[in-house]
């Protein structure tokens, strides 16, 4: 039972959805079984505090003032900032546990701190001898960082009040609490009334707060997604925990573009930038190998090479598998449907497992051709040249579509080495006159496509 001056409500734990009772499945997000019993303070205290004299502002009075950003020192990550770290903003670093969000934030304390930026970073995770190691492994730190092991917000905010960094790192979320809510750490009013406590610090104190989140398949504790709307900035770490590399990726940014993403390679020292994805990325492909196809698809502002690989058997069930790792599963069916009708492949009988290597995740349509050309290639048993990348869209009349970038995609496969291009037809005028060395070859449909690879 709620004692006196409280309520019990229940929330999603995956979207933070808030109900009066319990809900088998959330109507928001559409999850089962999420929901969680909370007791919650009532807050007319709160609201009668806030009724004072306000007035609202004339536009012409706000002085605008440049947003102040500082480098992170890791121009990947400056990149999916939008440029640099901006002054008083709320940061939400996301991910899987063990992905590297706090070695990331670590490093770029060290990387401020050498510029002689105040930063504390508070950790709720581990301890101070837990970090030295880390921070060990990393190389040489210069004196002035600042560590704090604490999860009381209240703590934290009298620390931050007194030092006054420029930079707050919280490590994690889902470890701080607030006095005034009386629920556990990590549940979803807990999680939120911290954000809130931290939102006062970022704005009221100007300082910028990177908040840590751990992604949780269980739902034991809530999710990032319940604050991605209070904060400034969503970043997602994402990868395979068993490979190197890490990509970052911008989910929501209020000062800069959104599709930005960042490539990491977890070393022995850290995490190391990776300047050239491209190369990364197509490193060990294979020569000579039928159903292995680059295709180029733009990243945020970056055209990045990747290879797509299908392997395309006859299926001894009656409903042929097909699975798709790294692109959309429902596109997939879509392009080997397009395939049967528009080229006349029989792939109906045929199991399909198509994967873009290095496990990164590609769902730009420009990539569609590379799956096609991939699929044909592995059906035919017959390789595509080496020197050979695609890109462009197909749609469901086997078209080959136009796609934005077409320029970059083309430097970006000239850097590589790369010499053959196939590419839709529509976006050759203006350019082939530019790339003389190169073959560019256009094409209007998948039979064309096809026609220029085998
Ligand atoms: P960590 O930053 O602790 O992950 P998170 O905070 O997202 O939970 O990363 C831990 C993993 O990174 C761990 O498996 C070890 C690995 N690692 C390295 O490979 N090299 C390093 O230099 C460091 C510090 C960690
Ligand atoms: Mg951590």
Redesign the pocket.
């Known amino acids: 039972m709620a004692a006196k001056g409280s309520k019990t409500v229940y929330f999603c734990q995956e979207c933070g959805n808030e109900s009066p009772k319990w809900l088998g499945q959330c109507p928001v997000c559409g999850a089962w079984n999420s929901f969680v019993e909370e007791v919650v303070e009532k807050t007319s205290s709160r609201a009668q505090r806030e009724k004072r004299d306000v007035r609202p502002t004339h536009l012409s009075e706000i002085i605008s003032s440049d947003e102040k950003r500082i480098s992170s020192g890791m121009p990947e990550l400056d990149r999916v900032l939008g440029g640099g770290i901006v002054q008083g903003s709320m940061v939400l670093v996301g991910?899987?546990?063990?992905?590297?969000?706090?070695?990331?934030l670590l490093q770029v304390c060290r990387n401020l701190c050498s510029r002689k930026v105040d930063v504390l970073y508070v950790s709720g995770e581990e301890s101070l001898q837990q970090i030295k190691i880390?921070a060990d492994?990393?190389g040489t730190f210069d004196d002035q960082l600042s560590l704090l092991c604490e999860t009381n917000l209240d703590i934290i905010r009298s620390v931050v009040d007194r030092s006054r960094p420029r930079v707050l790192v919280i490590?994690s979320i889902q470890t701080m609490y607030s006095e005034t809510v009386g629920s556990a750490p990590g549940s979803v009013s807990q999680v939120r009334e911290s954000t809130a406590v931290l939102m006062q610090i970022a704005k009221g104190m100007n300082i910028t707060v990177f908040i840590?989140g751990?992604v949780t398949k269980e739902g034991l504790v809530a999710g990032p997604r319940v604050l991605e709307h209070m904060v400034d900035t969503v970043l997602y770490?994402e990868g395979d925990?068993h490979a190197a590399y890490r990509v970052l990726r911008g989910v929501k940014n209020r000062f800069g573009s959104t599709d930005e993403i960042g490539v990491f390679e977890?070393?022995?020292?850290?995490l190391q930038e990776v300047a050239n994805p491209s190369a990364f990325m197509l490193n060990g492909k294979p020569r000579g190998a039928s159903g292995s196809v680059v295709a180029c698809s733009i990243e945020g502002t970056r055209p990045i090479l990747v290879e797509i690989q299908a392997l395309v058997c006859h299926s001894n069930f009656n409903m042929p598998r097909r699975t798709a790792a790294g692109c959309d599963y429902n596109r997939v069916n879509l392009l080997m449907a397009v395939i049967e009708k528009r080229a006349g492949l029989r792939l109906a009988e045929s199991d399909a497992y198509i994967n873009i290597a290095g496990g990164i995740r590609m769902n730009e349509p420009a990539v569609d051709l590379g799956i096609v050309l991939a699929i044909i290639s592995s059906y035919k048993e017959m390789p595509v040249p080496d020197d050979l990348i695609c890109f462009g869209e197909v749609g469901l009349s086997g078209e080959v579509r136009a796609v934005n970038l077409a320029e970059q995609r083309i430097a970006e496969a000239a850097k590589l080495g790369f010499s053959r291009i196939i590419m839709p037809k529509v976006n050759l005028s203006g350019i082939r006159g530019k790339y003389s060395q190169l073959d560019l070859v256009g094409v209007e449909n998948v039979q064309e496509a096809m026609r220029a690879i085998l």
């Open positions: 991910g899987d546990p063990g992905i590297g969000k706090s070695t990331l880390r492994r990393m490590d840590v751990h770490f925990r977890m070393c022995q020292n850290g």
